[in-house]
């Protein structure tokens, strides 16, 4: 019943854009903290960025600081990562994640990033 579904990915040259939604269902969406990681081959999950279930407070891994942005809308249950300046470096399995109380947490299943000339 609870799903959160990533797209937006997709390959893009080096200096490019992208921007990736998340839809939630099936839980209340404006009660949840929301955020995104990354995952390259053969590499550990990495934290991305992150955003409070006002929207008001957001932060972000030194490694996309300054080139991506997160931002939610509630009314559309939707939780977006706007990134730009892309690296090769960026490539990787990008996945949201849903954090509400007491540790409840829900995933999605990844959109593919890739970044290359």
């Known amino acids: 019943q609870v799903h959160l579904v990533e797209s937006g990915g997709g390959l893009v040259q080096p200096g490019g854009s992208l921007r990736l939604s998340c839809a939630a269902s099936?839980?209340?969406?404006?009660?949840?903290?929301m955020n995104w990681y990354r995952q390259a081959p053969e590499k550990e999950r990495e934290f991305v960025a992150t955003i409070a279930r006002t929207g008001s407070l957001t932060n972000y891994a030194d490694s996309v600081k300054g080139r991506f942005t997160i931002s939610r809308d509630n009314a559309k249950n939707t939780v977006y990562l706007q990134m730009n300046s892309l690296k090769p470096e960026d490539t990787a399995v990008y996945t949201c994640?849903?954090?509400?109380?007491?540790?409840?947490?829900?995933w999605g299943q990844g959109t593919q990033v890739t970044v290359s000339s």
């Open positions: 994640q849903a954090i509400g109380r007491y540790g409840r947490s829900y």
């Open positions: 099936g839980f209340t969406f404006s009660d949840y903290g």
